[in-house]
């Protein structure tokens, strides 16, 4: 029996030469090209981008001739690029879609794919549906449709020169050259080589660069911009006497920043701080967007700058809306995903990474000093992610569990509980845990909230008793 093929949070992913291969890959550009064609029934263009992973070249000539098969013009784009670089793409050349062969932060094993819509934003529910139903109905009946429409001729496009462009009309780069900030970045053999660091370069910035050549093994791990895999950027940091050290994942929608001493600063942190820094230089007021599982540092500052918060499930899709209906200054996510008002309805780790170093620059302080202020400001907030894996009979007795409405929590009253996505309780004290299921892994993702680290220890052991009790 044929493999589901599901499109999830992020696109479809799965292991190379198991689920991911070149028979399956088929399978989904077929749902892709059909769904493409009966949205559009003549002159429809998609990009076809990917990241440096194994095989990416042979998967883009696939879904070029099989585009083209179905009279969609392939718009390739030859070398490796952003998500967020596809992204803009999509808009600016009016294509009506993208695929872009791409697993982002997962280890080398893995590829994917991703469908963008035309107006640059990951597919909504409606879309990967609405495609995993063209997949069963090729499955079923395995025939290209007949049709008149002469193959259409692949056309090549680059996307940098658009997307460095529009980078530069929202970065302040006169801010970051006069302040002489020094930068290290690692794009860890990723998709934003040659961007971030070639950007801040021809400005005149000083910028080291770690992990500048592709492997498809990104050095024998996930190319995930996480605390405990950027010590050669905390290495080149110290050796160039860098301010700020910024890295990107594997497809460059996730962002990493190490502050001036090799603090990791945890990407909930980095979202509240630019929403703050965006207010005072930028002046927009119109909204905040977070998931559910993100930090209420963000809620704590809206509430202080009297601006409207949208709390969404996980998933960026839905900030991306967001931002398309101009509804919100910044958007993100605490797993590393932002975007910002008039720009892509999609994660850019690279201008999350380039606002940092505008920060750090017009305000001359660390970016460790710069959240010491906030806390000043709306009293501090510590959150946490921890992932338990259950077994089948722990994962079904959870689950009648989250369904209850339990009043109190550890001897906390609960005051709100949410359920945008998964079970959060918010409690009389300001804390807040949140529990969600993992759609891939036998696995269930506790975030958690206190407003001091000690009760965040207290929360974070109440947390994971409440699971297992």
């Not at 995930?224 to 950027?233: I, V």
């Amino acid at each position: 029996m044929a493999t589901q093929i599901k499109f999830g949070t992020s696109g479809w992913r799965a292991v190379m030469a198991e689920e991911f291969t070149f028979a399956n890959v088929h399978r989904a550009l077929h749902g892709i090209a059909r769904y493409v064609a009966s949205q559009k029934s003549n002159g429809a263009k998609v990009i076809v981008g990917r990241d440096p992973r194994f095989l990416g070249e042979s998967f883009c000539a696939t879904a070029a001739d099989m585009l083209s098969s179905y009279g969609i013009t392939p718009l390739v784009i030859a070398e490796p690029a952003p998500t967020p670089a596809i992204s803009y793409a999509v808009i600016q050349s009016k294509a009506d879609g993208a695929i872009n062969f791409t697993a982002s932060h997962n280890p080398p094993e893995y590829n994917g794919i991703k469908f963008s819509t035309p107006d640059g934003a990951p597919s909504l529910p409606e879309v990967t549906q609405a495609i995993e139903r063209e997949i069963a109905a090729f499955d079923a009946n395995p025939q290209r449709p007949h049709t008149t429409k002469a193959e259409a001729q692949s056309q090549s496009i680059d996307p940098r020169r658009m997307y460095l462009s529009r980078l530069r009309e929202i970065v302040d780069l006169d801010v970051i050259r006069k302040a002489g900030v020094k930068i290290a970045f690692d794009p860890m053999w990723g998709a934003a080589r040659g961007y971030s660091d070639a950007f801040l370069r021809e400005a005149g910035v000083t910028v080291a660069t770690v992990h500048d050549s592709r492997d498809v093994l990104f050095g024998g791990h996930a190319p995930e911009p996480d605390d405990r895999l950027l010590e050669d950027l905390r290495h080149k940091m110290r050796e160039i006497g860098a301010a700020i050290g910024i890295a990107t994942d594997g497809d460059a929608d996730r962002f990493g920043i190490i502050d001036d001493d090799g603090t990791f600063l945890q990407p909930n942190y980095i979202i509240a701080l630019l929403f703050d820094y965006l207010v005072e230089t930028r002046g927009w007021k119109n909204g905040v967007g977070k998931s559910v599982a993100t930090t209420n540092l963000i809620n704590a500052l809206a509430e202080k700058y009297k601006i409207e918060i949208y709390e969404t499930p996980v998933g960026f899709k839905y900030i991306g809306e967001l931002i398309k209906q101009d509804k919100i200054l910044i958007g993100g996510e605490e797993s590393a995903g932002l975007s910002i008002r008039k720009h892509v309805p999609e994660k850019d780790g690279v201008l999350a990474g380039l606002l940092c170093c505008e920060m750090v620059g017009r305000r001359g302080a660390s970016l460790g000093k710069q959240l010491g202020d906030l806390f000043a400001k709306v009293g501090s907030f510590y959150p946490l992610r921890e992932n338990f894996r259950l077994t089948p009979e722990v994962k079904q007795k959870f689950t009648e569990k989250l369904r209850g409405d339990p009043s109190e929590f550890y001897g906390i009253k609960v005051a709100k509980a949410v359920r945008t996505d998964g079970l959060k309780l918010v409690l009389a004290d300001g804390s807040w845990v949140c529990y969600r299921f993992s759609g891939t892994e036998p696995v269930v993702r506790v975030y958690s909230e206190a407003r001091s680290r000690e009760d965040l220890a207290k929360l974070s052991a109440a947390a994971k008793a409440w699971i297992f009790d």
